[in-house]
């Protein structure tokens, strides 16, 4: 999944970004409120950390940003002032949860894997959509309870897909999540279609019919209807 880390220290900032690239995040940061609004208009983020007393203004604005542009986003406040009210405009703004400065990173950790299991409906690292489930843990898929061979591609296209059941997803946030921000469009594109008729392919043979459709012109829906 996608974060971004909205902080100007430095030294918390490498912290921070570690930790969300061991639980496997592609992450941007920001040290600004101007920079962050131009990240979170053009890219739609799982997961923001997000510190209040930024340089150009109050944190809590970027918030207003995110309900605008994706209602989705997760958004953890990090912060170092402990005044009530403070907490209570973010909670009230749409974030998911508060912790102020200095915290563990362990605890940051386990408040991150909270927050996204509450948005994402996630039950024992498995997620579910119709016939489809993910294990988060063991790249394992399984169709009506039936092991899906899937490649490590084709994995983490279902992964990101059934995270974002009933969303339409374009193949350019597709081919983000597998490769960041490194990719070539055109190339890239064209390996997303080619893995996608794979997929479909594994999933019709599995008893998933048309669980994936095409919003032609755009990316992709997974349609998380009941299994008959």
């Known amino acids: 999944m996608r974060a971004l880390i909205v902080e100007d220290e430095p030294l918390l900032i490498e912290d921070l970004e570690q930790c969300l690239l061991e639980e496997h995040f592609y992450?941007?940061?920001?040290?600004?409120?101007?920079?962050?609004?131009?990240?979170?208009?053009?890219?739609?983020?799982?997961?923001?950390?997000?510190?209040?007393?930024?340089?150009?203004?109050?944190?809590?604005?970027?918030?207003?940003?995110?309900?605008?542009?994706?209602?989705?986003?997760?958004?953890?406040?990090?912060?170092?002032?402990?005044?009530?009210?403070?907490?209570?405009?973010?909670?009230?703004?749409?974030?998911?949860?508060?912790?102020?400065?200095?915290?563990?990173?362990?605890?940051?950790?386990?408040?991150?894997?909270a927050?996204?299991?509450?948005?994402?409906?996630?039950?024992?690292?498995?997620?579910?959509?119709?016939?489809?489930?993910?294990?988060?843990?063991?790249?394992?898929?399984?169709?009506?309870?039936?092991?899906?061979?899937?490649?490590?591609?084709e994995y983490k296209m279902l992964r990101y897909l059934i995270l974002n059941k009933n969303k339409t997803i374009t193949r350019i946030s597709l081919a983000e999540h597998i490769w960041g921000n490194r990719i070539d469009d055109r190339f890239s594109l064209d390996f997303i279609s080619s893995h996608m008729k794979n997929i479909r392919k594994k999933l019709s043979e599995a008893g998933a019919h048309n669980i994936i459709e095409t919003i032609y012109g755009v990316g992709y829906k997974l349609t998380a209807y009941e299994a008959e």
Request: hydrophobic share 35%; proline share 5%; aromatic share 4%.
């Open 27 to 113: 992450v941007d940061t920001a040290e600004s409120l101007q920079e962050a609004n131009d990240l979170v208009a053009g890219e739609p983020y799982d997961l923001v950390l997000l510190d209040l007393g930024l340089p150009d203004g109050n944190g809590l604005e970027l918030l207003k940003s995110v309900n605008k542009y994706y209602r989705e986003t997760a958004v953890i406040i990090i912060t170092a002032r402990g005044e009530t009210e403070d907490k209570v405009k973010g909670l009230e703004l749409g974030s998911d949860d508060y912790l102020s400065k200095p915290f563990p990173i362990a605890e940051l950790r386990a408040r991150i894997h």
């Open 115 to 153: 927050v996204l299991r509450r948005k994402f409906k996630i039950s024992d690292n498995h997620i579910s959509g119709g016939p489809l489930e993910v294990n988060l843990d063991h790249m394992e898929v399984q169709v009506n309870d039936q092991p899906l061979d899937v490649t490590e591609t």
